[in-house]
């Protein structure tokens, strides 16, 4: 399993066919703000799971969201998301996420 956090932001990422990818991301939901996808890395990959683990007992602090993406396919994709508030879709996001998947078989 390759573990892919905000430092694979903007990198591209071999892998073969059955491999997982397990994406983290900081999120802060107390805030409004999340994480969506643009682009799944489809047809290449699938996500198979996600989940969201909270970073502390505090009031308004954040956490983490994982997802787990497995490659089912060859050739190249991309997968994105965007950290925005779903109501306020008509602002730029406040920050952007994207690596490249190439995988083979």
Same mark, same amino acid.
């Given at each position: 399993?390759?573990? *892919? +956090? %905000?430092?694979?932001?903007?990198?591209?990422? $071999? !892998?073969? &066919?059955?491999? #997982?990818?397990?994406?983290? /991301?900081?999120?802060?939901?107390?805030?409004?703000?999340?994480?969506?996808?643009?682009?799944?890395?489809?047809?290449?990959?699938?996500? *198979? +799971? %996600?989940?969201?683990?909270?970073?502390?007992? $505090? !009031?308004? &602090?954040?956490? #983490?969201?994982?997802?787990? /993406?497995?490659?089912?396919?060859?050739?190249?994709?991309?997968?994105?998301?965007?950290?925005?508030?779903?109501?306020?879709?008509?602002?730029?996001?406040?920050?952007?996420?994207?690596?490249?998947?190439?995988?083979?078989?």
């Amino acid at each position: 399993m390759l573990q *892919v +956090d %905000e430092n694979y932001d903007g990198r591209e990422v $071999s !892998l073969r &066919s059955s491999e #997982t990818i397990e994406l983290r /991301l900081k999120e802060n939901r107390t805030t409004g703000f999340g994480w969506t996808f643009k682009s799944k890395g489809e047809p290449v990959c699938t996500l *198979v +799971d %996600e989940s969201f683990s909270s970073g502390g007992r $505090s !009031l308004g &602090s954040g956490g #983490t969201h994982t997802w787990h /993406l497995r490659v089912v396919g060859s050739g190249t994709a991309i997968v994105e998301l965007v950290y925005a508030r779903r109501w306020q879709q008509e602002q730029p996001p406040a920050r952007t996420f994207k690596f490249t998947v190439r995988a083979g078989g």
